[in-house]
């Protein structure tokens, strides 16, 4: 008897550990070293609605590669070798005439499309090169529980999207920069010790939160930086009416405006937006982070309040992980 429990036991571990494990591992390399020269390509290779992670090793390079990962490509892991010198860049721009000779949108505009489910991109530089042509996004986000580690995002208008009603987003450790509402989307997302650094006087986030969700962006202990000159940045603007943005002891650089927050007055379609947007601070720092003067229709939080954002609740239930 205790000679099965023991087997079961074994075969237990062995079926959770498996579990965990990648199911296949790829790796991409521009001199030809490893299984793909092209991302797309190894994204292309694995399975439809694979059993577990497919593992995708991104070698040293410059991939001049517009990507697109669609829902049936769920729990991929694109993994670079190093965030600095591993780079996916595009250069689309709204407007920009495509292989059909229609003009670009914002919303196909993007470097990196994430459709799937679980998808995590770890040490990259996602860019779009296109600054001062049109909104040129670089990572364009819809599938749910999506995460990135120690990742460069780097653009000039709409860098990310953080899109759709139902995704959940987690950033950790990632430096993101971009001139005017250059984080901006319907997403729940949090921000977790990155940098962000804003390129022209101009609008940080532009959240389109929908009424029925309890949070939109939430910024934990992250810095705001700004170019060298850039002295007129508002923390944010509502793209739609229920817009959610919150900061948390976030260090401000002196860029950021007495005021902090902007409520996007001329919007026909939606006009009056600051009187249903919530935008909040706790813990601001830095010379930036003087809240005295904050709009009125703004929010100090308290430490009682602090309770109601941690990662379990803003992510309902889901946790990123190591």
Not at 87 to 99: E, H, L, Q
Not at 105 to 120: E, G, Q
Not at 205 to 232: M, N, P, Q, S
Request: glycine content about 8%; aromatic content about 10%; proline content about 3%.
């Amino acid at each position: 008897m205790k000679k099965l429990l023991l087997m079961v036991f074994i075969s237990l571990a062995q079926w959770l550990l498996a579990g965990n494990a990648p199911h296949i591992k790829i790796t991409v390399a521009k001199d030809g070293s490893g299984d793909f020269t092209s991302i797309q390509k190894a994204i292309n290779s694995v399975r439809d609605l694979g059993p577990s992670e497919a593992l995708i090793i991104i070698k040293t390079g410059t991939y001049h590669e517009k990507i697109v990962i669609p829902s049936s490509k769920h729990k991929i892991t694109l993994q670079g070798e190093n965030k600095d010198t591993t780079i996916i860049t595009n250069n689309d721009y709204s407007g920009k005439p495509d292989a059909f000779n229609e003009k670009m949108t914002t919303f196909n505009s993007y470097t990196l499309l994430v459709m799937a489910d679980d998808i995590k991109i770890n040490d990259l530089t996602i860019q779009n090169s296109s600054c001062n042509e049109g909104q040129a996004v670089s990572l364009h986000v819809e599938g749910d529980r999506f995460r990135s580690r120690n990742c460069n995002i780097l653009g000039c208008q709409d860098t990310v999207y953080a899109a759709s009603n139902h995704s959940r987003q987690y950033f950790e450790n990632c430096y993101i920069e971009g001139t005017t509402d250059f984080i901006f989307g319907q997403a729940t997302v949090v921000f977790k010790n990155c940098t962000i650094k804003s390129l022209a006087d101009s609008y940080i986030t532009a959240a389109a939160t929908e009424a029925d969700r309890k949070y939109g962006f939430v910024f934990l202990d992250c810095t705001l930086t700004a170019k060298e000159g850039i002295t007129k940045v508002y923390l944010g603007r509502p793209w739609r009416s229920y817009a959610k943005t919150i900061f948390i002891r976030t260090e401000m650089g002196k860029h950021i405006v007495p005021e902090g927050w902007n409520p996007w007055k001329g919007d026909n379609m939606f006009p009056d937006k600051e009187k249903t947007a919530y935008y909040a601070e706790f813990g601001s720092k830095g010379d930036g982070g003087n809240t005295v003067n904050r709009t009125r229709w703004s929010h100090q939080l308290t430490k009682k309040d602090l309770k109601n954002y941690t990662l379990e609740k803003i992510l309902d239930g889901w946790n990123p992980g190591n």
